[in-house]
């Protein structure tokens, strides 16, 4: 008899313990494709809110600049410098910063102002997508600026509302000008949303009398995916006198939360695949148990050892392979709804999720990409077979007279 | 605030200027005769009062400044000053009441009020915080005096003092040295040493003149120690004592106004 038929057979035979099977099977496998979905697009947006935000994949300073962040610690050849980057795939942003004190009405705050170039800034990254309220910064609106969520709120304003900043100039003089507040950001980052205040490059140096010299270049490999390492040993060559340092040096907190969690991802799958195994070698067990006598039978007719344990094996495969369609069926189409449809949890995490400085999104979305979906199937397969290979093995050697005469 | 600071270290000396006399002939102990001295100090800051046009001239290592300014101060609680020139920042005023310094600004025609975050930040581009503008010298509070030396020293008999804070005391020096003539007690030098007893910065007077019927050090150089080659000098070009000056003037009507 056709091995492939019996081992149907001896399934459909069963169907109310193979069901509860595949079944469990089904439902691990699904909620394992969703959570790692989910994972992926958690870690992707953490990733994402802590260098695409703001940070960028790298920064050029003068050296000493991030220590003491001096207003006179400037990169002079900023235009060349952004030339030669560009040459060699990378593109790059300059970023003006100064402390000062914004106040609106009887509130006040101390800010860090940032001027941003706002051609090249969008280049770079995505704070300009970012806008809770409001617009972004324009060029043909100087004193329009984009603040942080936390400082609006400190300050009580809202969009269309004016800021009075007052810093001390370049040149020693009181720098004072009045601004209307043009956007109000997401939570993008601990600092950014306590005390970020955009504005554009020229206004800002029109407040601090700074007519020339940028603090910080922020810069984004366009290339193929290569080494962090490498390309931040290649920029460091193009700019030999000045410090360059990539998102992981910069952060090393945020490079651990990021790792963190992918390893996290990796130890909950392993759990969940560890239940499930067990799980199926539990009904296996039963399954080869409860069958003693008919192996034993089996046997006794003749059937060689491996043909036996090719049969439960196959039993497995049959049953493995109907949960995870089932799973693939419901988890699939449940990820890349998500995707577009995130879980939010605002309500829940009143609004602003900060962790070590970086902004998790209390809205998650779902991220689907082959690994989150084949990943979970491939060790279901083989999370299964491994349980089945001690039952299988056992009934295959079992002595005939033995079994009939099992209790 | 730079000129508050600068009046109470004047202050000071006046003070030794004026009491000195009766001091010396009562007390018998140093200390005592130092505490007594300062206890005064407080007691003459809370009645006194003054109007002054003054410069200041700022040279860092980035660029150098010079600001004239017209200074009103009542008591140790009240001042206001307003910038006179140069021309972009003419009306700029500082309004200090108790512990609040308030700031309007010609430009945008706003008033704000300096936040914690500011206070260590430099007044005017100066080698002054703001947060000397806002603490009050309160000496016989705050520190506990001691003549140290007594006698001569290049030349010129002096004394000098050491202030050593309470261990309570909202101050953030470690230590104060001034030293004094010791004929006029005028101040000659004033050095105010961090918590780690390091030096920070070097007040020195000189250029005595007769001013508001009083003889007063018109010029005040002030060098950070970690920046040898920068400075602040304040030069008083005239100063009256003793005006009458109403509470309302130091409030925040006043400050706006041009």
Redesign the interface.
Known sequence: MNLVSFAFRNVARQRHRAWITISAMAFAGFIMIFYASLMEGIIDATERNAISMELGQFQIHVPGYRTDPDL?TLIYQDIALLQTIEGAGFIGTPRLYA?G?A?AG?A???VRLRGVDLERESLVTEAYGHIMTGKWLDERDPFGVVIGRKLAKTLNVGVGDEV?V?S?A?????A???YAVRGILKSIGEGIDANGFFLNASSFRDLMALEAGVHEIVVRWQGRETPLEQLTQNLGDLVPDLEVKNWRQLRPVVARIVDTSRYSLIIMLMITYTAIGILALNAMLMSVYERIREFGIMKALGIAPWRVFSLILLETVMQVSIASLLALAGGVPLSYYCESHPIDLSKLASASLTFAGIAIDPVWYSRVTFESVFTPVAVLFGMALFAVLYPAGKAAVIRPVQAIYHR | MATILRMTIIGVFFLFLVIGQDVYGGSSSTTMRARQILEEVDDLWRSQSSHSILSMR?K????T?TVTMENWTKGKEKSLVRILS?R??KD?ATLKSGNNVY?Y?P??D?T????S??MM??W??SHFTNDDLVKESRLSEDYDPEIVFEGERDGRSIIEFGLIPKPDAPVVWGKIVFTITAQDHLPIVSQYFDEDMVLARTFTFSDIKEMGGRKVPALMHVVPTDKPEEFTEMVYQSIQFDLEIADSFFSLHQLRRR
């Open positions: 006179y402390f004190l106040a009887k006040s705050a101390g009075v007052v001390q370049a040149d020693g003089s009181m004072n000008d009045l | 700022v860092t290592r980035h660029y400044r140069p972009k920042e700029t700031t600004l430009k945008t706003r704000i009020r300096l936040t975050s500011m930040g430099s005017m581009g």
